[in-house]
């Protein structure tokens, strides 16, 4: 059988640029799925950071006009992945974040921008590039929701369409009166295209518009379908349940691997498990703790926002002090979030140390030297920190949410007992439940037998992407089954 041709679509992809899991996703799934025969190709901006990461391109395409200033389209390859990159510096030549301003505020044409990536990523569906003609578009979160909607009013042969959503928080609704300009007809203005309670929703049109559906774990797949967590979605995603699937995330195992990992200060794997020990330290050094061997030694690597619960564990932070813990902290976001982390590194220094932004070295670090991971998010479609945790050796405390109760197995008294648990789980997710698995979490830390058991069964797990491959290559042979199916029955 040849291989299915599929173009992924995505605002980000990593290593060349990043802001969230998503990148991660996007730069890993070519990988996986070529063992699935399975052959794609992905889409991106042209962004300074990868435009400098090509190797090697070529012109397949010019636009003359691509939303206010000429574009072309180069094919080539940028840190051994396949692709394709929209070179547009009128709209994608800004150093930094890739959708906001040095001030934290959008780019007032981020409209245009990403309604560029999607008509260049439907042009490409439709054979814009004869050398790779697509059997899938898949697209990734709000800035390609269009796609599957240029795709659609075009008209014509068109390629099977999947949208993944990674976080339904973020949906890209902008002004209808941009209709025209984003080439989009006066009948797409509908409840059943892209209309949006009176907006263009990118998001939504892509939800409605796309042939498939799926996000990154089955618990939030079932939970965006409710009006608590739908973010007003909720209604169209229960008419599309049929068309949703939720696949598990993985992680890269060639990146996220404690037995190679140059960012470490000890490499280690599951049977040298006391080697962590020098990453403990080290980490407690370069963050400004106390040294303490014995310390529960805490990480958190996260954004700073509401949606991450860091406000819950702000209220929990006296119980984890009072049960002997240290806390190292890796992230960024929300003003006053970050100025009550750092009024409680000087209230309580060497026991609680924040560094601000991201440092993918000192992640790694974290993963290896932390004791365990703090997740406590009150929503999270899957969560990667939590898979490299289990890769580490850090024991995962979770809130039972999403993708976190999807991956983590509780260490309560039947999961102790049958030796399976890999962490701890809490819910619901307020501060109170939170500071009683804090105190659950130290208790476990205290019977050390039972720790190591912890670290181990977290180690054996499979974060790897070859489940989750499997799973997204059978959608797409489906998908391609089912057209093949329906076009076939109108003729």
């Known amino acids: 059988m040849k291989d299915i041709k599929v173009l992924s679509v995505a605002s980000e992809i990593f290593p060349l640029v990043k802001t969230g899991g998503l990148a991660d996703v996007a730069g890993a799934l070519p990988g996986a799925l070529a063992g699935e025969g399975v052959a794609m190709r992905s889409l991106v901006p042209g962004y300074p950071g990868v435009l400098g990461g090509l190797a090697k391109s070529d012109v397949v395409h010019r636009f003359a006009d691509l939303f206010g200033g000429p574009a072309q389209l180069l094919a080539g390859k940028g840190a051994g992945l ?70 659609a009013y075009d008209g014509g042969p068109r390629p099977g369409t999947v949208m993944t959503i990674h976080n339904l928080a973020f949906q890209g609704q902008f002004p209808a009166s941009l209709l025209a300009s984003l080439g989009l007809p006066p009948d797409s203005f509908t409840v059943e295209g892209v209309e949006y309670y009176g907006s263009i929703g990118y998001l939504k049109a892509g939800l409605r518009l796309a042939d498939r559906i799926t996000t990154v774990s089955p618990t939030y797949a079932a939970e965006i379908r409710t009006p608590e ?54 980490l407690q050094d370069r963050m400004g703790l106390a040294v303490e061997p014995a310390s529960l030694l805490f990480g ?68 290896g030297g932390a004791d365990s991971i703090i997740v406590p998010s009150r929503f999270e479609p899957c ?8 890769r580490y050796g850090a024991v995962p405390l979770v809130a039972r949410v999403g993708g976190l109760a999807d991956t983590i197995i509780d260490a309560n008294e039947a999961g102790v007992a049958a030796a399976t648990a890999t962490g701890v789980q809490f819910a619901p997710v307020t501060a109170d439940m939170l500071d009683a698995a804090l105190r659950r979490t130290a208790a476990l830390y205290r019977d050390q ?10 180690m054996k797990t499979d974060v790897s992407w070859q489940g989750p491959a499997r799973h997204y290559a059978a959608l797409y042979r489906d998908l391609i089954a089912a057209r093949r199916a329906r076009s076939g029955s109108q003729r």
């Not at 696949?247 to 599951?270: E, Q």
């Open 449 to 458: 037998p039972t720790w190591k058991r912890l670290q181990l069964n977290g």
């Open 383 to 390: 969560g990667l920190t939590q898979l490299c945790a289990l």
């Open 300 to 367: 958190v690597i996260t954004r700073l926002f509401w949606q991450k619960g860091l406000d819950l564990l702000l209220a929990a932070l006296p119980t984890l002090l009072q049960e002997g813990g240290q806390l190292a902290l890796l992230g960024a976001g929300d003003k006053p979030i970050e100025d009550d982390f750092h009024a409680a590194v000087a209230a309580y220094p060497g026991r609680i140390a924040f560094t601000r932004g991201y440092d993918e070295g000192l992640a790694h670090l974290i993963q």
């Open 82 to 151: 396949d692709l394709f990159v929209l070179d547009a510096p009128h709209l994608f030549a800004r150093y930094g974040h890739p959708y906001t301003a040095t001030n934290g505020i959008d780019w007032s044409d981020n409209p245009a921008r990403f309604a560029a990536l999607s008509r260049a990523g439907a042009s490409v569906g439709q054979g814009l590039v004869p050398g790779f003609v697509p059997d899938i578009v898949h697209c990734h979160d709000w800035p390609t929701g269009l796609t599957p909607a240029y795709l």
């Open 229 to 282: 967590w739908g973010m007003g979605l909720d209604g169209l995603l229960k008419t599309r349940a049929a068309d949703m699937a939720g696949i598990l995330n993985g992680i890269d195992l060639s990146v996220w691997n404690p037995a190679g990992d140059a960012h470490l200060a000890a490499r280690f794997d599951a049977r040298r498990l006391a080697a962590r020990a020098r990453n403990k330290a080290a």
